[in-house]
């Protein structure tokens, strides 16, 4: 127990740590990443957002910061601890603990869809992109990020970190090269547009 309780605070802590290093090479490399995901955003103007895997809200703090407008966020995640720390930051959206398997397809119509640094944390990512099809609306955009491999396990071996993993990730179970992602997605989703930002993936797709 106790020792799983480390554990979770450790993935916690690397996990801030990813956005908040204050190492310059590292902070310009995280805001050109936030940077090439708001240039995929269709609008600067979103009625009703669904970010899967919100985090601490990280990533909607970025997008804000960059003029992103938001009415109705709904983040969630399945670490308690990540979405207390979400609702503290942000009282005026919704964060809550589910699994994105329990999301179902209702009323609300979302016309953004956000999966960003989830993906390859699953054991079956297809369940995920299932699902994400499933509760999507035609004109629903669908901004989904991974690590672009193998730049992204290089970039840790040349930190020193993950060394005996060989540079990768303790919690990444899945690896793709930029290609093999968007055919991977591209079997579920239609591409609207694809780009690298070392040492990330990401793309903007549609049901």
């Given at each position: 127990?106790?020792?799983?309780?480390?554990?979770?605070?450790?993935?916690?802590?690397?996990?801030?740590?990813?956005?908040?290093?204050?190492?310059?090479?590292?902070?310009?490399?995280?805001?050109?990443?936030?940077d090439n995901f708001a240039e995929l955003l269709t609008q600067r103007h979103y009625r009703n957002i669904l970010?899967?895997?919100?985090?601490?809200?990280?990533?909607?703090?970025?997008?804000?910061?960059?003029?992103?407008?938001?009415?109705?966020?709904?983040?969630?995640?399945?670490?308690?601890?990540?979405?207390?720390?979400?609702?503290?930051t942000?009282?005026?959206?919704?964060?809550?603990?589910?699994?994105?398997?329990?999301?179902?397809?209702?009323?609300?119509?979302?016309?953004?869809?956000?999966?960003?640094?989830?993906?390859?944390?699953?054991?079956?990512?297809?369940?995920?992109?299932?699902?994400?099809?499933?509760?999507s609306a035609p004109d629903t955009q669908i901004i989904l990020s991974v690590p672009w491999e193998p730049w992204f396990r290089l970039g840790n071996l040349a930190r020193g970190r993950d060394i005996s993993r060989l540079g990768n990730h303790p919690e990444h179970i899945q690896q793709w090269t930029a290609k093999s992602f968007k055919n991977y997605v591209n079997a579920t989703l239609k591409v609207r547009e694809f780009k690298t930002s070392f040492p990330f993936t990401l793309g903007s797709f549609t049901v």
């Open positions: 127990m106790i020792i799983d309780m480390i554990r979770e605070e450790e993935k916690l802590t690397r996990h801030i740590n990813k956005y908040e290093n204050k190492n310059i090479i590292h902070q310009f490399l995280i805001n050109r990443f936030f970010e899967i895997g919100c985090a601490e809200g990280y990533l909607l703090d970025k997008l804000l910061q960059r003029g992103i407008k938001v009415d109705s966020y709904c983040g969630i995640d399945i670490r308690e601890e990540s979405i207390t720390e979400a609702n503290k942000f009282p005026q959206f919704n964060f809550k603990v589910q699994d994105f398997n329990d999301l179902s397809p209702g009323h609300e119509k979302f016309d953004l869809i956000i999966c960003s640094q989830v993906l390859e944390h699953l054991t079956n990512p297809q369940e995920c992109l299932n699902k994400i099809k499933q509760i």
